[in-house]
């Protein structure tokens, strides 16, 4: 018998907010998260990129000053994002070894890596920190978190690029309906503003290089966009069975329907431009879901704002839906937040689950004239929806050819 999975907390610190509720309110007043890096690097390294999006808040001023020497940042927004959605939800009373966490990165501890490789080529290898590996590696954001709430179910960690939280979410799915655990924390994480990863995007030409103003660089299926900025921060969801979360009268935002994971097999870094890959996943996450695909009202899309990324998108969107696309509604909240890789499917369906729970779509910010071979309709205003359940679904594509899609509905 298939089991009714609710989401019941939500938290985050991105480039709009140091929480999730922040971030949720700056996405609606239309703010932009990306700005100037100030930091000395972007000189050091002479970086033909200086703009992205920072985490708006310090994590010292929400961690100890023993977790942020002892975690690399990728691990510190995973635990900030953790403990505000554990807080939202009540801190409910489980089991330990009925609490399981499934987290997302797409690069890992890249501070500390190069950091330690710093050290060692300057210093010698007895001055490289013991914490070196432990902080670098990829599962370290999982670790934290399950240490730090005491999860003993498992603390599992995707890595498939910028599907990567997406795809931790529809695990979370699965997990609840196999009964490995009554409560799920899924998400993901990226500490991706560092000099190489700029560097490295700047030079296959994936980033916008609109230096002079960074506000407005991200135009997600705007005929002038020029690709993608980078961003970083984490994002989470405490899910549980319906049964669980009413036997401990929690409050539900939204109902999570399934998900689902499919690839291209085309290119290591291009999509497929007939979206044939992203249209299975859709499909797939609303074949689990069991509603048809006329039941969908919203999309928060990938939506990068690359050239070829976007058009391929939609290409994936018009083969599911066809005529119906015309009557939903898409939001691109990249154009606010940046791309935060690893971390981008789990705030992206963060923002999807309260655009349900508050009735009201996000905007899309800095597109002003939509490409010609895109006919959708965008939220450009937030946009107020009736009280009638919808399903909204939650798409990521990643390097590799990695696809995955989230379904909610609203409760």
């Given at each position: 018998m298939t089991k009714k999975i609710v989401v019941t907390g939500i938290g985050a610190t991105s480039p709009l907010g140091g929480t999730f509720t922040e971030s949720w309110e700056a996405l609606l007043a239309k703010k932009s998260g990306i700005r100037t890096v100030e930091a000395d690097w972007t000189s050091t390294y002479d970086l033909p990129i200086r703009f992205a999006g920072s985490v708006a808040q310090d994590p010292a001023e929400q961690l100890t000053r023993q977790e942020t020497k002892r975690l690399d940042p990728s691990s510190q927004y995973a635990l900030i994002a953790a403990r505000e959605a554990w807080a939202d939800a009540g801190t409910p009373e489980v089991v330990p070894e009925r609490f399981l966490v499934d987290w997302a990165t797409g690069i890992g501890g890249i501070w500390t890596l190069t950091d330690g490789m710093d050290t060692l080529r300057e210093k010698g290898a007895r001055r490289v920190l013991p914490m070196t590996i432990p902080m670098l590696m990829p599962n370290g954001p999982a670790a934290a978190i399950s240490m730090s709430l005491g999860a003993r179910a498992g603390a599992r960690t995707v890595v498939s690029a910028c599907a990567s939280s997406t795809e931790s979410i529809a695990n979370a799915y699965d997990h609840l309906q196999k009964g490995d655990a009554d409560i799920v924390i899924a998400g993901g994480s990226e500490a991706s503003v560092h000099p190489l990863p700029l560097a490295a995007f700047a030079s296959m030409h994936a980033l916008s290089s609109r230096t002079d103003d960074p506000a407005t660089a991200s135009r997600p299926y705007d005929v002038t966009r020029d690709g993608f900025v980078l961003g970083e921060g984490g994002a989470a969801l405490v899910l549980e069975t319906e049964?669980?979360?009413?036997?401990?009268?929690?409050?539900?935002?939204?109902?999570?329907?399934?998900?689902?994971?499919?690839?291209?097999?085309?290119?290591?870094?291009?999509?497929?431009?007939?979206?044939?890959?992203?249209?299975?996943?859709?499909?797939?996450?609303?074949?689990?879901?069991?509603?048809?695909?006329?039941?969908?009202?919203?999309?928060?899309?990938?939506?990068?704002?690359?050239?070829?990324?976007?058009?391929?998108?939609?290409?994936?969107?018009?083969?599911?839906?066809?005529?119906?696309?015309?009557?939903?509604?898409?939001?691109?909240?990249?154009?606010?937040?940046?791309?935060?890789?690893?971390?981008?499917?789990?705030?992206?369906?963060?923002?999807?689950?309260?655009?349900?729970?508050?009735?009201?779509?996000?905007?899309?910010?800095?597109?002003t004239q939509t490409d010609e071979s895109i006919d959708i309709d965008l939220v450009t205003e937030p946009r107020p929806i009736g009280d009638e359940p919808i399903v909204a679904i939650s798409t990521s594509f990643g390097f590799g050819g990695h696809n995955a899609v989230v379904a909610f509905r609203s409760v």
């Open positions: 049964e669980h979360a009413l036997a401990r009268g929690a409050r539900i935002y939204a109902e999570l329907l399934g998900g689902a994971v499919t690839s291209d097999a085309f290119h290591i870094t291009a999509p497929d431009p007939e979206g044939t890959g992203g249209a299975r996943a859709v499909i797939d996450a609303l074949a689990q879901a069991g509603v048809p695909r006329e039941a969908v009202r919203h999309i928060n899309a990938h939506a990068t704002s690359t050239p070829v990324g976007d058009v391929a998108e939609i290409r994936a969107l018009e083969r599911v839906f066809g005529d119906h696309l015309a009557n939903i509604a898409i939001s691109a909240t990249k154009a606010s937040t940046g791309h935060l890789l690893g971390g981008a499917g789990a705030i992206e369906a963060a923002f999807t689950v309260k655009a349900l729970e508050s009735k009201t779509l996000p905007p899309t910010i800095n597109t």
